[in-house]
């Protein structure tokens, strides 16, 4: 695979080879402007959809974003727009910039590595500002996902937001709620996977933002308490499932459930969540038990422990908790001594239900040191047990 400069130079060339502008836009600018790691790249031209598909031989569209086209280059997936403006008549680059929501997501950057930056936006990067382009409240009234974008790019970038977009942000928070709830859930994940210390936490869950979102009220007030008596450093929330449990888990059991439908979730992303709220739920004030950290595995071990820290003010301790789960007798169903083949040549019933349940109970009595994960033995439990 090609270098992310490799690949935007091609797309660069190729499109000014035939007569066209271009530019690289957005995060990329701004990461690179910032010595950071470039994810993915962006650039706009001059060049309508249609001719951008003639020109590169293999392209898709994304179906959403209308005027955007996914170019293929070197193994590597480049998003080429047509210039954003806000009418029609208008156009070029400077129409372009000037839409894009804050300063420091503003500046364009030629084939040479020339930044054009009619907006300050790395003045702003030097100060780690975080500013609208443009008036604040027009910006957030056109699109008041901005809103949720500043908390999170402030958060991802380390920058303050600038005063004055502040103010528009709280004066206009109720917006938020007209925002389809997938792009909302998306910026969060897009947080947590930049992730997310206990300070900033606090910092999110007490803006008011966040305060009007549907269902998030009530948790916001509680959570922010309870973080804030907990100043840990083992803290990060790192993955969507971490994000969610710990959201869904302050709020009433009932809701739970309800949340993350109204917010979309995968099914993967809402099983994973009810059962970390299952697991902590029967946990609270005591030590994790070993049937417990079973049953939530590795994968799901630090969603819960982080829940269940903050709703018991303490540190979490994740690594404790692993070294504990590696030492179970079993990690998985797989590693049992026992399965339904051996079962029905020992006990000579009809193949049914009777397989699963005694297998369950043999691995739950595994785990809690009842019986050793040995055949013989365990044939002998079972029996003694009156299984059969
Ligand atoms: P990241 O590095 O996390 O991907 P990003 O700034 O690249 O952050 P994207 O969602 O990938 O975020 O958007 C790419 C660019 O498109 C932004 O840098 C910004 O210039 C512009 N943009 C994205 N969303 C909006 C919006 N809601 N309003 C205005 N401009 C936007
Ligand atoms: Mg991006």
Sequence with gaps: MVSWDEAASYVLAELRKEGYEAFIVGGAVRDKVMGKRVRDIDICTDATADTVKNIFPRTAEPGVNHGTILVSAGGRTVEVSEFKSRTHTDGGLTEDLSVRDFTCNAMAMTEEGRIIDPFHGQE????????????????????????LRALRLSLQLGFEIETGTNEAMEKLAPLIRRCAVERVAAEFEKAAENELDINELIFLLSHPVIKELPHFGACCISLAEKAGANEGSGFPVRTPVEWWSIIAGFVHREEANTLLHYYKRSGKIIKSVMAVLEETSRQSGKQWEDLALYRLGSELIPAAEKLLALREEREPDVPYLISRLRELPLQSKKDLKLNGHILM???????GKW???VLNSVEEAVILGKVENDTARILEWLKREKWE
């Design 355 to 357: 397989i699963g349940k």
């Design 124 to 147: 702003d990067i030097r100060k780690k500002l975080l500013q609208s382009v443009g008036n604040p409240a027009a910006r957030f009234r056109e699109d008041p996902l901005r809103l």
């Design 345 to 351: 040549r020992e006990f000579p019933h009809k193949p």
